[in-house]
């Protein structure tokens, strides 16, 4: 990976840019992190291929198989996540004394769990239930 | 008092506490704060997803994802979001170099751009609601038009927000406090793009798939 080194390079060279300035009220919220034009353009470049490959793969019926394709762009979609964390939010592992950095931790484990367990407990207990005939389906429908 | 040491009389009242907090200035703390926000925002969003997950594929014998979306229009809707995700990263830059007035055109750009993903969602819902697919119609469509709405109506405030900041911004000029708010805006404005890749991944392009 060395889109984090190439993040991190590009904060150092705007650091500079602004301690060229000298203003103080540019420092007194640095620490937030701006980014450089650079790294704007690297964010939407790269967001803009990972949105146009699953939409290509979706409506041109690239994949043959509807799983692989799902899985692909599922993945493809989590990249572009941590593409918008870096390049948009300016998220790295020093801002805020790395405070951000471990609430973002802690918030993805949480979704991760919840997430993934919602659908795996739900799923088997739909899976299990008594199964309905599709009379008893008519008659209970509004 | 403590230490069994008592302060000779007429000498200044012994301070427990650390007067000036050096290194904790307000904005830092915003940030901080202000990320947690975000952070429990983001909870919501994956309530509404894993309600979405549980109940994607119950149709009651509706129309489901394949009869109803228009991946056209969602790629369009899709664009419009993260180009103004970009020109707001413009209107920082503008905002670090001080120029007032680059900074206000690029967020009323980005403010149009808002507005038109905001315009393109309402003209889907009431597509949907003309094609017989109203959020009561089935808990596939009930879950959908809570996540997707939830997120429109974010957008929604984040361009009623953007607006008072522009008339802060042309009242009271880059000032620290209007700068440390745009700050704020502008995560929020990232973040609910970030939100969208997951809309449209999961909700859209998946539920085309099957």
Request: net charge negative; hydrophobic share 50%.
């Amino acid at each position: 990976m060395s889109s984090p080194a190439a993040h991190a390079d590009a904060q150092i060279q705007h650091a500079h840019g602004q301690h060229a300035h000298g203003q103080d009220a540019h420092d007194a919220h640095n620490e937030g992190g701006h980014g450089s034009f650079k790294s704007y353009m690297t964010g939407f470049v790269l967001s803009v291929i990972l949105t146009v490959i699953p939409f290509w793969l979706v409506m041109g019926n690239v994949l043959d198989n509807s799983l692989v394709t799902t899985l692909v762009v599922l993945a493809l979609g989590g990249v572009q996540m941590v593409v918008h964390v870096v390049y948009f939010l300016h998220m790295n592992t020093k801002s805020e004394g790395g405070w951000t950095f471990m609430a973002l931790i802690f918030t993805v484990t949480l979704v991760v769990i919840m997430l993934s367990g919602t659908v795996w407990v739900m799923h088997h207990l739909n899976k299990n239930m008594m199964p309905m005939s599709a009379g008893d389906v008519l008659h209970k429908m509004p | 008092m403590m230490h069994g040491e008592t302060a000779p009389p007429g000498a200044a009242a012994p301070v427990f506490y650390v007067t000036d907090e050096e290194g904790h200035h307000s904005e830092g703390s915003t940030m901080l704060g202000f990320w947690l926000y975000l952070m429990s925002d983001c909870l919501i969003f994956a309530t509404l997803f894993a309600t979405y997950g549980v109940l994607g594929r119950s149709y009651a014998a509706g129309p489901s994802p394949k009869d109803l979306f228009e991946l056209p229009a969602i790629a369009l809707n899709t664009a419009m979001l993260l180009f103004s995700s970009i020109t707001y990263g413009f209107a920082m830059l503008e905002m670090d170099r001080d120029d007032q007035r680059k900074t206000q055109i690029w967020l009323a750009i980005t403010g149009l751009f808002g507005v038109a993903f905001v315009a393109l969602e309402i003209r889907e819902f009431v597509h949907l609601f003309h094609e017989g697919a109203p959020p009561w119609r089935s808990a596939f469509l009930s879950s959908f038009y809570t996540l997707v709405s939830t997120h429109g109506l974010h957008v929604s405030f984040g361009i009623l927000w953007l607006v008072t900041l522009m008339v802060q911004v042309h009242k009271y000029g880059l000032v620290v406090a209007n700068k440390r708010r745009l700050m704020c805006l502008s995560m929020f404005w990232h973040f609910l793009d970030l939100v969208w890749i997951g809309v449209f991944t999961v909700v859209y392009l998946i539920g085309v798939l099957e």
